[in-house]
């Protein structure tokens, strides 16, 4: 144990350090672990799911796709470092843009509607260029990565299971990595140095700083009318102000009054688009229709969003979870299928549908896309459906991969795994299930008392109840309770034993454990 925290206190001091801002050339504390290397991992590693599991990329129009890759490059050459910069449209209504470290960037569809110019697009990626650029995001990284040290060290202190509890911290940073990376706001200072350089960036490429001025305007503008689809997307990481308004305008009277603005292109190249908006908004109203179990509004509002806009694969796929929430599985499973010709390159439209062909028992089909969507993006439904379809064949140890895997979320599927797991390793290892205590009653009477800890109610249950005479002798015998636990309940059985003075007395001569029991189907 004092190893143990020696070397965790060191690590807090030994990687404490600073680097050059690539950007500002100030010094800015960043741990050495976390460098170039690191961001260029994370960044390839985390870039497709992170896509996947926001909407995954705008396929209707390639060209658009390629027009925001030409500008986000015309910035990035403009960088301080040379990053393998990639922009990707993202087919999300909500409007977003976000950079991961290495110079990932991504920027939604439903922003692109919201911007008047080429010039307003040039300052939402050269401010997110600039966040990869100066290393923002393994500043803030390094910044949490402490704060964990110091829970690890806080937890040793006052636990006797710091091993297992700093397991648990360790692994508890690896999936929400990802989501931290785009999600947590960015220090006062970040945001300042994304705004100016990203100006400069702008204008040094030929665009007009204005630009970036009108576009914090229009934030400023949109933020006050409270907006939600506003609120979780762009301005949960990067909330506008008027002292941004007031700071760009400051920096643009330091750049030259020239340059782009690059309202007719933008116009042209974001025209399709524009015109698909309604039908886009016609299918978030379905989206909605559907949670509220509205079908037939539902029903409705996505057929008038494939009348306006019969190539999008969402708006199929929404036409199957119509479907598959009536329990129409064949017609669910079409309109999946509908989907994936129009777009094989999402999570989601190979886990409906293998979920659809599940409900019809066509587990041949729905394994393969099950574990094609796993693929492209991890979830609990996909893992818990092809853990089923193992239990059933009788390859355990592969539906227990699949469980263990589907438990880590918090989600049905994952409570219904964990459920799974505690049917396959109960009746073998009762005691992680169920405790089992010695409890002192009156007159020196022993009791035990039970509680079922598990997520499924429990039968059959054995006891173990070893103790030590008053000769000083071992003995011990097993004790049978009849009654069915459900989750969370408890009860108390008497013991043969008794004449015990105390509990210091009960803690030394008498232990009981669970050896036994049975899954109440």
């Given at each position: 144990?004092?190893?143990?925290?020696?070397?965790?206190?060191?690590?807090?001091?030994?990687?404490?350090?600073?680097?050059?801002?690539?950007?500002?050339?100030?010094?800015?504390?960043?741990?050495?672990?976390?460098?170039?290397?690191?961001?260029?991992?994370?960044?390839?590693?985390?870039?497709?799911?992170?896509?996947?599991?926001?909407?995954?990329?705008?396929?209707?129009?390639?060209?658009?796709?390629?027009?925001?890759?030409?500008?986000?490059?015309?910035?990035?050459?403009?960088?301080?470092?040379?990053?393998?910069?990639?922009?990707?449209?993202?087919?999300?209504?909500?409007?977003n843009?976000?950079?991961?470290?290495?110079?990932?960037?991504?920027?939604?569809?439903?922003?692109?509607?919201?911007?008047?110019?080429?010039?307003?697009?040039?300052?939402?990626?050269g401010?997110?260029?600039?966040?990869?650029?100066?290393?923002?995001?393994?500043?803030?990284?390094s910044?949490?990565?402490?704060?964990?040290?110091?829970?690890?060290?806080?937890?040793?202190?006052?636990?006797?299971?710091?091993?297992?509890?700093?397991?648990?911290?360790?692994?508890?940073?690896?999936?929400?990595?990802?989501?931290?990376?785009i999600?947590?706001?960015?220090?006062?200072?970040a945001?300042?140095e994304?705004?100016?350089?990203?100006?400069r960036?702008?204008?040094?490429?030929?665009?007009?700083?204005?630009?970036?001025?009108?576009?914090?305007?229009?934030?400023?503008?949109?933020?006050?009318?409270?907006?939600?689809d506003?609120?979780?997307?762009?301005?949960?990481?990067?909330?506008?102000?008027?002292?941004?308004?007031?700071?760009?305008?400051?920096?643009?009277?330091?750049?030259?009054?020239?340059?782009?603005?690059?309202?007719?292109?933008?116009?042209?190249?974001?025209?399709?688009?524009?015109?698909?908006?309604?039908?886009?908004?016609?299918?978030?109203?379905?989206?909605?229709a559907?949670?509220?179990?509205?079908?037939?509004?539902?029903?409705?509002?996505?057929?008038?969003?494939?009348?306006?806009?019969?190539?999008?694969?969402?708006?199929?796929?929404l036409?199957?979870?119509?479907?598959?929430?009536?329990?129409?599985?064949?017609?669910?499973?079409?309109?999946?299928?509908?989907?994936?010709?129009?777009?094989?390159?999402?999570?989601?439209?190979?886990?409906?549908?293998?979920?659809?062909?599940?409900?019809?028992?066509?587990?041949?089909?729905?394994?393969?896309?099950?574990?094609?969507?796993?693929?492209?993006?991890?979830?609990?439904?996909?893992?818990?459906?092809?853990?089923?379809?193992?239990?059933?064949?009788?390859?355990?140890?592969?539906?227990?991969?699949?469980?263990?895997?589907?438990?880590?979320?918090?989600?049905?599927?994952?409570?219904?795994?964990?459920?799974?797991?505690?049917?396959?390793?109960?009746?073998?290892?009762?005691?992680?299930?169920?405790?089992?205590?010695?409890?002192?009653?009156?007159?020196?009477?022993?009791?035990?008392?039970?509680?079922?800890?598990?997520?499924?109610?429990?039968?059959?249950?054995?006891?173990?109840?070893?103790?030590?005479?008053?000769?000083?002798?071992?003995?011990?015998?097993?004790?049978?309770?009849?009654?069915?636990?459900?989750?969370?309940e408890?009860?108390?059985?008497?013991?043969?034993?008794?004449?015990?003075?105390?509990?210091?007395?009960?803690?030394?001569?008498?232990?009981?454990?669970?050896v036994?029991?049975?899954?109440?189907?």
């Amino acid at each position: 144990m004092r190893r143990l925290l020696i070397a965790i206190l060191s690590l807090s001091f030994a990687l404490t350090g600073c680097s050059v801002n690539p950007v500002t050339g100030e010094k800015n504390f960043v741990l050495p672990n976390l460098d170039e290397n690191w961001e260029r991992e994370v960044g390839q590693q985390m870039y497709a799911p992170m896509r996947q599991s926001q909407g995954g990329d705008y396929k209707l129009d390639p060209a658009l796709t390629e027009y925001v890759e030409s500008v986000g490059q015309r910035l990035a050459a403009q960088a301080k470092r040379d990053l393998p910069y990639e922009f990707h449209i993202l087919n999300d209504s909500v409007p977003n843009a976000w950079a991961l470290p290495g110079g990932k960037i991504v920027v939604n569809r439903g922003l692109l509607t919201e911007l008047n110019s080429e010039a307003e697009l040039a300052a939402v990626l050269g401010h997110e260029i600039v966040h990869a650029d100066a290393a923002h995001g393994a500043r803030q990284q390094s910044k949490g990565m402490l704060t964990q040290v110091g829970m690890m060290a806080a937890m040793i202190f006052g636990s006797s299971m710091a091993d297992s509890e700093m397991g648990q911290q360790v692994a508890m940073i690896v999936p929400q990595l990802g989501a931290q990376l785009i999600t947590t706001k960015y220090g006062r200072d970040a945001e300042r140095e994304s705004d100016l350089y990203g100006m400069r960036y702008m204008s040094a490429a030929g665009y007009n700083p204005q630009g970036a001025v009108e576009l914090q305007e229009t934030f400023v503008k949109l933020s006050a009318q409270r907006r939600s689809d506003w609120l979780s997307g762009l301005f949960a990481s990067h909330p506008p102000s008027a002292e941004r308004v007031a700071n760009n305008k400051a920096t643009a009277k330091t750049l030259p009054d020239s340059g782009e603005f690059g309202r007719e292109v933008y116009m042209r190249k974001t025209a399709h688009l524009r015109e698909s908006k309604p039908a886009y908004d016609d299918y978030g109203n379905a989206r909605k229709a559907l949670a509220e179990d509205k079908t037939s509004e539902a029903r409705q509002l996505v057929s008038s969003a494939l009348k306006r806009e019969p190539r999008e694969a969402l708006f199929h796929a929404l036409s199957g979870d119509i479907y598959a929430a009536s329990k129409d599985y064949a017609k669910a499973e079409r309109a999946y299928s509908d989907a994936l010709r129009l777009d094989d390159s999402f999570f989601y439209h190979h886990m409906r549908r293998g979920q659809a062909r599940y409900e019809q028992r066509k587990f041949a089909p729905a394994r393969t896309d099950l574990e094609r969507s796993l693929e492209l993006l991890p979830t609990a439904q996909a893992n818990y459906l092809l853990g089923n379809m193992d239990k059933s064949a009788g390859n355990m140890d592969s539906a227990l991969k699949h469980y263990q895997a589907a438990a880590g979320s918090d989600s049905p599927a994952g409570q219904q795994a964990e459920k799974e797991l505690v049917l396959i390793d109960l009746p073998a290892n009762p005691g992680k299930y169920i405790q089992a205590a010695a409890v002192l009653g009156q007159n020196g009477k022993v009791g035990a008392a039970v509680r079922n800890n598990s997520p499924v109610t429990v039968k059959n249950i054995t006891l173990k109840v070893e103790y030590i005479d008053a000769n000083g002798k071992y003995r011990d015998y097993q004790q049978s309770i009849d009654q069915k636990l459900a989750t969370g309940e408890q009860t108390a059985v008497a013991t043969n034993i008794d004449n015990i003075a105390d509990t210091n007395e009960l803690a030394r001569r008498v232990r009981v454990s669970v050896v036994a029991a049975k899954v109440v189907e």
